[in-house]
């Protein structure tokens, strides 16, 4: 079992930048999609990316497309989303999960899921 570890929220003005880090440990994740997702207070926890096993496919949800960005780093078994020009609505707790797949309706992960790690962003 891949163990997930998310780091890098915090506070941000809007229009700033975080970088979230997901570290895994257990088993390597260079044979699976991995993918972050988000929780805001009171809603559902919705798709934000996805990135294939090599790297060489990504997916975005059209809410952050052209603002964030996800890679992968396999020799390091981690998984990073860049966020830019963030927005107050991005506001929530982000998690990594491994094994992510698309039913071609909505994405969601049959893995492992990390903790989450809050990001707020002010007005």
């Known amino acids: 079992q891949v163990q997930l570890v998310e780091s890098g929220g915090g506070l941000v003005q809007a229009g700033g930048s975080l970088r979230l880090s997901c570290a895994a440990s257990?088993?390597?994740?260079?044979?699976?999609?991995m993918g972050w997702f988000r929780q805001a207070p009171g809603k559902e926890r919705e798709f934000v990316a996805a990135?294939?096993?090599?790297?060489?496919?990504?997916w975005y949800a059209d809410s952050v497309k052209g603002r964030f960005t996800i890679s992968r780093d396999n020799a390091r078994n981690t998984v990073t989303l860049q966020m830019n020009s963030l927005k107050p609505e991005d506001t929530a707790v982000y998690y990594c999960?491994?094994?992510?797949?698309?039913?071609?309706?909505?994405?969601?992960?049959?893995?492992?899921w990390g903790q989450g790690t809050q990001v707020t962003v002010s007005s």
């Open positions: 990135i294939s096993w090599s790297g060489g496919s990504t």
């Open positions: 999960a491994s094994k992510v797949e698309s039913n071609g309706r909505k994405w969601y992960a049959t893995g492992s």
């Open positions: 257990g088993r390597t994740i260079g044979s699976y999609n």
